[in-house]
């Protein structure tokens, strides 16, 4: 399931503000799924924010500092993963820009935003994972997030996954692609038009009566199910590493409930 080299490939997983402060099961299965696949992870406890937030405000210098840290944090890893597209978006395609001015962070930004990718992806197009061993019973919709689907061209790859749980039928939504509306700082600026976005949204994921919501960013999947959870629809949110790696045991997101044991002691 993994490269076939001389020692397993080492991974710095790169655990994502939204995991840390709000889903760190996300962070555990995402780590669970790498190590299955054969691989030597760490979780580097200096590592911070990607800098988008600083970044998407146009604020250069501190999203610089924060770059500068990142790559000092992962560089010695053979691989830098994310279970996000838009921070692992942000690492390899924004940060060799920031230093355009330093011939040397240049080449350092470069050489970490080739080996950095996002967790579905990394799965499927560099491990070439083939046997998902899960299971879940229920009727899954997937939402493709924005930097997933337009940054990190990410589309069939966790289809692919989904396709190997066992118990899982997937159902399309004819706006599967469509923005959510959340995008970070859009929603705080500009929250009418965020509000409509995730309500048209919503409405396309009843359409297609799955049970369960899957995607591979927090953001999207906690904006949208706070709009289900105010409409009063019963439809379960997870991310999909949730479900890939059988981690399905605690409340789903935006739901109160108690994560289980073996989720609460790896």
Known sequence: MSENTARPVSVGLFATCLVDLMRPSVGFAAAKLLEDAGCRVSVPKAQSC?????YNSGDNPDTKAIAAKVIKTFEAFDYVVAPSGS??????????ALFADDPDMAGRARTLAGKTHELVSFLVDVLKVDGIRAAYDGTVTYHDSCSSLREMKIKDQPRMLLRQVNGLSLKESEECET?????????????????????TKVDDILATGADTLLAGDLGCLMNIAGRLQRRGSGVRVRHIAEVLAGMTGGAPIGEPGVVDKEEKTR
Not at 87 to 96: K, S, T
Not at 186 to 196: H, L, M, N, Q
């Open 50 to 54: 990607c800098g988008q937030p600083a």
């Open 179 to 199: 923005c959510c509306g959340f995008g970070g700082l859009f929603s705080v600026k500009y929250p009418d038009i965020s509000g409509r976005m995730v309500d």
């Open 87 to 96: 921070c692992a978006g942000m690492i390899r395609h924004h940060y060799p």
